[in-house]
């Protein structure tokens, strides 16, 4: 007889270091579908992941700031720099 393996049992089973490398490609290009359910799949059963995943999106929210600001810095150069 032979005993299936976990990754047999689960669908869309992935290691943590597969679910990182997901999570920090969703910052440059959309997943398919079937990466978006292993990544929801593994958060549920992952202690570590969704930690990392809100570091990512932090990280994302102060680029984002860090962008705005310097968009602002450049439209205010353009009003004082005479033309
Ligand atoms: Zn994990």
Redesign the pocket.
Known sequence: MVYETRSHVIPFNRT?RE?AALLVAREDRALGLPDRLALRM?MLI?D??PRFERQILSMRNSMQQWRNYRAADDSQQDGVLPK
Do not use: I, Q, R, W
């Open positions: 943590c679910v593994h992952c570590t992941c």
